[in-house]
């Protein structure tokens, strides 16, 4: 494979160490620079260090928190200098404290001053740096007239989230958060400050669109941007279903998604929870339409029909684009983070991307609800499953090719997201919280044909999956790690599911 990486002079001699690794010379390193940095035992460090998922506690031996380009390139050098371990932290929403390092000792660079957003008049684009989150993104775009897909969690960073993928309700009709980016601007291992783009280090940005934190910090992000829907719907039903009724659903489900008939306006999931009895499960459907309000009745009635007559909750909000965002975000209905502080949880998730081309078999759908309606109920604590639909006729996500990016599942269906709390949502978790959910995965999988090319979504990342390269990152793994060798031959940008790692 032909590497066109285009760095030229920009590629700088690598910098030897200079002085021991030690707090008190990093410390006076950052000083000098007028950059604000927290080391353990300073106050404020607990604070900053205390990670979305209360599971994983790891101590980076400093959090920095830059406010410009070259604040975060001094920052950089100073990590190399040291031979640190050094991680970007946008949102810090990593399911398991990627951002903070993953294991102890990392230089993190927290880019929570780093908050501008811009939209060129004239283009419609708009640069955002990468300590926005997606709450505040959406209403500043719409400001503007203007929005792109993202997740419906306002306060995840627009780093990791565009970095590794980006789905959203809008996403059949626009594609991932990643698959807008058209530029970036970011900080290398040795300091050096690049564009990426079609045009400029090509090779740079194939990679950062499906694994930017393997290879650099991402300062500030270029998207193309769309003009919002006129208008919006977020809808809502859940039923109290048995075993066979629940079943049947989700075969109905994906027999809607696959039929060709959905307009790509249509946004959706459904998902999976508690029943109210030993073999039952609540089963929900949910999403956003952005088609015409009068048309949502008719776009969704061919799927209600074959569900039971009379749901145990409806919920159908209409409004403009915006109204309808903050209806579906996830939690908390707004989007503006600073009007109250992000929440924690204490859990283990996992996923899986199904591809359209082999759809899950009746047998598959069928276990995975028995063993959610019977063992489920015998769990205590919050749980869920979530099937985000991706595909069907015409997706965005899916017609992009696979090899234009570095996101390596252009032929999804659904991607599942199950996930499993403690009891009360605080540590310590419960050792058979991981069998319980890894059982949800493997109750599909069990039943489908052994060759099934399933695969894994990098943004509910995990900790316990066997192969994760490949689930990952699939047939560009390789090509990943050349780039990784090229860019940071040192391994600087380095965590648990860094590209690079055996």
């Given at each position: 494979m032909k590497l066109r990486l285009g760095f030229g002079l920009l590629i700088l001699p690598w910098f030897a160490s200079t002085w021991a690794q030690n707090t008190t010379g990093l410390r006076e390193k950052l000083a000098s620079q007028n950059i604000a940095a927290l080391f353990r035992n300073d106050t404020g460090y607990a604070a900053a260090n205390t990670g979305y998922n209360l599971r994983i506690s790891v101590e980076p031996i400093a959090i920095t928190f830059p406010t410009t380009v070259q604040q975060i390139s001094s920052v950089v050098i100073a990590g190399v200098e040291q031979h640190l371990r050094v991680v970007a932290r946008s949102g810090g929403h990593s399911y398991i404290a990627n951002s903070l390092g993953g294991t102890d000792g990392a230089l993190v660079v927290d880019l929570s001053q780093m908050k501008n957003i811009t939209v060129d008049p004239h283009t419609k684009n708009a640069v955002v740096e990468t300590g926005n989150r997606l709450g505040d993104i959406a209403l500043a775009l719409n400001e503007a007239g203007r929005g792109i897909p993202h997740g419906r969690c306002p306060y995840v960073g627009i780093g990791g989230h565009s970095g590794f993928g980006g789905w959203g309700m809008a996403s059949r009709m626009w594609g991932l958060t990643l698959d807008n980016i058209l530029s970036t601007t970011l900080v290398l291992a040795n300091g050096s400050i690049v564009t990426a783009s079609e045009d400029s280090n090509p090779e740079l940005f194939w990679g950062i669109r499906g694994s930017s934190a393997s290879f650099g910090i991402v300062s500030s992000i270029e998207f193309r941007t769309f003009p919002v829907p006129p208008s919006g719907t977020m809808y809502e039903y859940l039923w109290d279903m048995d075993i066979p009724t629940a079943t049947n659903a989700f075969i109905s489900f994906q027999q809607w998604?696959?039929?060709?008939?959905?307009?790509?306006t249509f946004g959706g999931e459904i998902g999976f929870l508690k029943g109210s009895s030993y073999g039952r499960v609540q089963f929900v459907f949910f999403g956003g339409y952005f088609g015409p309000a009068e048309t949502?009745?008719?776009?969704?009635?061919?799927?209600?029909?074959?569900?039971?007559?009379?749901?145990?909750?409806?919920?159908?909000?209409?409004?403009?684009?915006?109204?309808?965002?903050?209806?579906?975000?996830?939690?908390?209905?707004?989007?503006?983070?600073?009007?109250?502080?992000d929440t924690n949880d204490t859990f283990y998730a996992k996923s899986l991307m199904a591809p359209m081309d082999v759809p899950l078999t009746n047998?598959?759908?069928?276990?995975?609800?028995?063993?959610?309606?019977?063992?489920?109920?015998?769990?205590?604590?919050?749980?869920?499953?979530?099937?985000?639909?991706?595909?069907?006729?015409?997706s965005a996500i899916n017609q992009v090719p696979l090899n234009k990016t570095a996101f390596a599942h252009r032929n999804t269906l659904f991607t599942f997201q199950p996930q499993a709390s403690s009891a009360d949502h605080l540590p310590p978790y419960p050792e058979s919280g991981f069998g319980f959910v890894d059982g949800m995965v493997t109750s599909i999988t069990s039943n489908m044909p052994e060759n099934w090319n399933w695969g894994a979504y990098p943004n509910y990342i995990e900790d316990r999956l066997p192969n994760w390269q490949r689930r990952y990152y699939g047939p560009h793994y390789d090509r990943l790690k050349l780039l990784k060798g090229l860019v940071d031959p040192l391994d600087r940008f380095q965590f648990p599911t860094s590209i690079g790692e055996p």
């Open positions: 998604a696959l039929s060709g008939t959905l307009p790509l949502f009745n008719e776009t969704v009635a061919p799927f209600l029909d074959t569900l039971p007559s009379t749901p145990d909750l409806a919920n159908v909000t209409q409004g403009n684009w915006i109204e309808t965002l903050s209806a579906l975000a996830l939690g908390v209905g707004n989007l503006n983070t600073s009007t109250q502080p047998a598959s759908m069928g276990a995975m609800v028995k063993y959610l309606a019977e063992v489920g109920f015998n769990r205590t604590g919050f749980w869920q499953v979530e099937v985000e639909l991706y595909g069907g006729k015409g």
